[in-house]
């Protein structure tokens, strides 16, 4: 073999390791990227119920309640479109309420209320998240005073 076709190997055999290794890459991190998601784009597109994804708008006033076992707690997330029903089991944070952003992480269940495992709520009156902030602001619902951070 010519000098040459060893080098020309040499690359070929070298750029199709990187490839598998970015491959391979790329698939780990398949399962651990989490979207964002608003109730308005739920409404619009079907999510697979078995993936986690983030789920994030305001707590729509009025729909806070608990369950019997006292670590459950309903609420819905809305966008001023559209709203999802949520529920919970643990302790919320101490800045969670009505009319406040929040965010959310977990799955859809077949029943359409989201299952969250996580529910991050904001931490001054200044602060909405900034997923929250955009949902609003695509579904004309912005209100210039608001700041996002």
Avoid: C
Avoid at 35 to 44: G, K, Q, R
Avoid at 88 to 99: A, S, V
């Amino acid at each position: 073999m010519k000098r040459k076709h060893r080098r020309l190997s040499f690359v070929a055999v070298a750029l199709l390791a990187i490839g598998a290794a970015a491959a391979l890459v790329l698939t780990a991190f398949e399962d651990e990227i989490v979207f964002f998601y608003s109730p308005s784009d739920l409404a619009e597109q079907k999510t697979p119920p078995d993936r986690a994804f983030r789920l994030g708008g305001l707590v729509e006033e009025g729909s806070f309640s608990k369950g019997d076992d006292g670590l459950t707690v309903n609420f819905r997330i809305t966008d001023l479109a559209n709203a999802t029903p949520v529920s919970y089991k643990g302790i919320l944070p101490d800045l969670f309420r009505e009319g406040q952003g929040v965010v959310t992480e977990g799955q859809l269940g077949a029943d359409g209320v989201f299952v969250a495992r996580e529910v991050l709520a904001k931490h001054d009156e200044n602060y909405m998240p900034k997923e929250v902030a955009d949902a609003l602001k695509d579904a004309g619902h912005w209100q210039e005073g608001e700041q996002s951070q």
